[in-house]
């Protein structure tokens, strides 16, 4: 996790720098910190705490002037978050500073070493350690900065996306990856460096992404050179033009980015089929499943690995491939599959799903699928994420930026992808009749409507908000297609508004959780009319003679369960297996506004960080 920023070129480098930690805040918002060069100097200031603390203390502190500079937004791995342990690091003599997004494994090894050699080390970073190796050989070979860097990266074990510069020779900044994602935007004679291309889109379309184990070496008024760290072979830069633009990534009128997203969601499902779905055609188009479509067909299985959110989106995609394709679904948290020794067929087709694609155990699962041959699908949302380039095919999203950490249209747009998949593929293996097949795809192309109808419930959900806000467990319960939604709104809650929650399969509640109910316990039954209607109403009875407060997602013009419920929110009705598509809406709003009553950082809730590059 963590986010880094740096400038070198003609401008001001510290508003560039402020702006740009900002928006990479949800990678991590423990701490903060600056380094810039003077023109004589550098002055570096750092904090606990957010962006925004940081500039306060900067006001005080240092001036901001200077053309080359680089920032950090901390979530903590080595060293609770402190001002000390905040980057940027200097060197023991001073003269190097350095950011960095990742851990050092062998960095207790490393520091012992340098300890005999006389450093000494402020912070329980294994950064600090890494910017004094590079001091140590530099200093030792009488060699340049690239040079002394590139020795140290290899001598280091972990993951990395860095940033340093020496006050000596401020012309060039030194940035090398591994593990980590790393951008340098370029501009006209000048130079950005991002962990993503947000911070630098209104300057420069241009970017360059740096592939593991590289290194580049930034000229101020010159170029950029770019080696491989382990053979210093020269590569040849590839400069990609970037899609993204402002708008996309700036709240646009919405307190918080995640209402914003909510809100994006019929735009972003119509963006995630656009081209793909032909629905009045009959065809699904999707290159990365065409051109392998015999490693679908003759599946053994599919495998599902992903985390959180992510995870969730999998489990309703392990419902819908296996009732329209019938290709059995294993769904695996990528943490646990890494490490347990699976059981991975060459016929195994593996889906790894992640909106940011970075987080680091699912793509320790996609090396691990790879390792034993199997064939590796990815779904992501951020273009050219290590994930993306990992795997063997796969399909964007297109869901846009998602920036606030609770992820919301990353889940939906994840689901419509998965869902295209699930019917090509059952078209493909004839496990679908013609009929329902059009009827799917007829559904699904309406499916952005009806999101657009259940957010007008908003306000009525913002009332149940503030009824149940102050709540200290709930209880969510859905079955069929509906069970991942349960534990996706629970997950919302939770992660939010810091309330205690859990997801269950509503008859499962008779094996446990039934205990929990009294008067007290709010319960969140996702209750629509296609998919086991009447078991639901029967598990509402149950909540209801113990006297469970019932909030009830309905589908519109439903009597039975508004008969039983406290409390009803209605959704548009749709196909039982695009249910989740609705369903889920509700859930992200219920949350969302109890958190903004409790008062807490809906964009940002604490510990979390919107990418988790460490396992
Ligand atoms: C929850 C949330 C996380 C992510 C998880 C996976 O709202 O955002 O649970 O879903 O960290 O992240 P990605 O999808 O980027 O791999």
Redesign the pocket.
């Known amino acids: 996790m963590c986010g880094i920023v740096g400038y070198i070129g003609h401008r001001e480098a510290y508003p560039i720098i402020i702006k740009g930690l900002k928006r990479l805040e949800y990678r991590g918002y423990d701490s903060a910190g600056i380094a810039l060069y003077d023109g004589a100097d550098i002055k570096l200031s750092k904090t606990k705490g957010k962006v925004d603390d940081l500039e306060k203390r900067i006001a005080s502190e240092i001036s901001t002037t200077g053309s080359l500079g680089i920032g950090h937004t901390r979530w903590a791995t080595h060293g609770i978050p402190n001002d000390i342990n905040s980057h940027p690091h200097y060197s023991n003599s001073g003269d190097l500073v350095i950011i960095h997004n990742g851990i050092i494994e062998n960095y207790e090894a490393l520091k012992k070493e340098l300890i005999q050699r006389g450093y000494s080390f402020k912070s329980d970073t294994d950064t600090e350690v890494l910017i004094n190796l590079i001091e140590d050989i530099k200093k030792n070979e009488n060699i340049k900065l690239g040079k002394a860097v590139q020795i140290a990266l290899n001598q280091v074990i972990g993951a990395y996306a860095i940033a340093v510069f020496d006050k000596n020779k401020p012309n060039e900044i030194v940035v090398a990856k591994l593990g980590s994602p790393l951008a340098i935007g370029v501009g006209e004679d000048e130079f950005f460096i991002a962990s993503d291309a947000s911070p630098f889109i209104e300057y420069t379309k241009n970017a360059i992404y740096l592939e593991d184990e590289e290194i580049a070496v930034i000229r101020r008024h010159k170029d950029i050179k770019i080696r491989k760290i382990q053979d210093d072979s020269l590569v040849n830069p590839y400069v990609q033009e970037l899609q993204m633009n402002l708008e996309e990534i700036e709240k646009g009128g919405y307190d918080h980015f995640m209402l914003k997203e909510i809100y994006e969601q019929p735009h972003a499902i119509k963006d995630t089929y656009r081209g793909r779905l032909l629905a009045n055609k009959g065809i699904i188009k999707m290159a990365g499943i065409d051109d392998n479509i015999e490693k679908f067909q003759n599946a053994s299985r599919i495998i599902v690995v992903?985390?959180?959110?992510?995870?969730?989106a999998g489990l309703v995609a392990e419902y819908i491939f296996e009732d329209l394709a019938r290709i059995p679904v294993e769904v695996e948290y990528a943490s646990e599959f890494r490490y347990r020794n699976p059981v991975i067929h060459e016929n195994d087709v593996v889906i790894a799903?992640?909106?940011?694609?970075?987080?680091a155990d699912?793509l320790a699962a996609i090396k691990l699928a790879k390792s034993k041959g199997a064939f590796v699908f990815g779904v992501c949302?951020?273009v050219g994420s290590t994930?993306a380039r990992e795997t063997h095919a796969g399909a964007y999203t297109h869901a846009g930026p998602e920036i606030g950490?609770?992820?919301?249209k990353?889940?939906t747009t994840?689901i419509t992808v998965l869902t295209l998949i699930a019917l090509k593929l059952a078209k493909a293996k004839g496990t679908i009749s013609n009929e329902d097949y059009r009827l799917h795809l007829n559904e699904l192309a309406l499916i952005p409507e009806k999101v657009l109808e259940a957010l007008k419930h908003d306000e009525h959900i913002k009332h149940i908000a503030s009824i149940y806000k102050d709540a200290k467990n709930c209880l969510y319960l859905g079955r069929g297609f509906n069970f991942p939604v349960a534990l996706e709104g629970a997950?919302?809650l939770k992660?939010i508004s810091y309330i205690h929650a859990e997801g269950y399969p509503a008859a499962e509640m008779k094996h446990g959780p039934i205990a929990l109910i009294d008067e007290n316990m709010p319960i969140i039954v996702i209750a629509p009319k296609k998919g086991h209607y009447e078991k639901v109403v029967s598990n509402i009875e149950e909540i209801k003679a113990r006297q469970g407060k019932i909030i009830a997602v309905v589908t519109k013009g439903d009597t039975s369960v508004t008969n039983l419920a406290d409390h009803t929110i209605e959704v548009p009705e749709t196909l039982e297996s695009l249910s989740p598509l609705v369903t889920t809406i509700p859930l992200q709003l219920l949350s969302y506004h109890i958190a903004v009553m409790l008062e807490k950082n809906v964009d940002q809730p604490r510990n979390?960080a919107?990418?988790?590059t460490v396992e």
């Open positions: 992903a985390c959180g959110t992510s995870w969730h799903i992640s909106q940011s694609g970075e987080t699912t949302n951020v994930i950490v609770a992820s919301t990353a889940f994840q997950l919302k992660e979390l919107k990418s988790v």
